[in-house]
T-cell receptor, first 111, second 114 residues
């Protein structure tokens, strides 16, 4: 069955460092991969989308890579700030409306 | 403010009761969907709609009904609430059904069934 794996354990990093979150998937051939941010008690907020034929996408301090051979996406936040603390969800989209979400990784940026 | 509005924010139901979770968006999005989020399970798709008058089932549709009479509204009905439906429910919308656009989510409804 299709499976998305994100580090279920929290990731703690020092302010100013680069945070790297991992999204692995199996039994899936997604055409798109999306990343969302979710704060406690709030709905997810869309951050970035990357297509299967793109290796890397950037938006301000965010960078996403997509390796269809390794079946993995990496999500980087450079110069991290305490305000970046949140849970980050990856979502895979194979076809029409079929978006599947991972359980998310909680990031804590320590001042 | 443009976006997805969900009501109520919190609800407690007794087993067997029915209720409707409301979702409205003012972005003229064609695609709308309902997810539930449970600890350790991630977001799971309940029902979705690609336009007014068109709905379909997602991954976990049992116990829920939807309808889409207008582009703006997509209510979710719980027919006979069960404790297993205790969850946080999110409504999401997108410009079109394709996955090339990100979803806009509402702030959620936290439902407890006792």
């Amino acid at each position: 069955s299709q499976k998305i794996e994100q580090n279920s354990e929290a990731l703690n990093i020092q302010e100013g460092k680069t945070a790297t979150l991992t999204c692995n998937y199996t039994n899936y051939s997604p055409a798109y991969l999306q990343w969302y941010r979710q704060d406690p008690g709030r709905g997810p907020v869309f951050l970035l989308l990357i297509r299967e034929n793109e290796k890397e996408k950037r938006k301000e301090r965010l960078k996403v890579t997509f390796d269809t051979t390794l079946k993995q996406s990496l999500f980087h936040i450079t110069a991290s700030q305490p305000a970046d603390s949140a849970t980050y969800l990856c979502a895979l989209a194979g076809g029409y409306q079929k978006v599947t979400f991972g359980i998310g990784t909680k990031l804590q940026v320590i001042p | 403010n443009a976006g997805v509005t969900q009501t109520p924010k919190f609800q407690v139901l007794k087993t067997g009761q029915s209720m409707t979770l409301q979702c409205a968006q003012d972005m003229n999005h064609e695609y709308m969907s309902w997810y539930r989020q449970d600890p350790g399970m991630g977001l799971r798709l309940i029902h979705y709609s690609v336009g007014a008058g068109i709905t379909d089932q997602g991954e976990v549709p049992n116990g829920y009904n939807v309808s889409r009479s207008t582009t703006e509204d997509f209510p979710l009905r719980l027919l006979s609430a069960a404790p297993s439906q205790t969850s946080v429910y999110f409504c999401a919308s997108s410009y079109n059904p394709g996955p090339s656009y990100g979803y806009t989510f509402g702030s959620g409804t936290r439902l407890t069934v006792v």
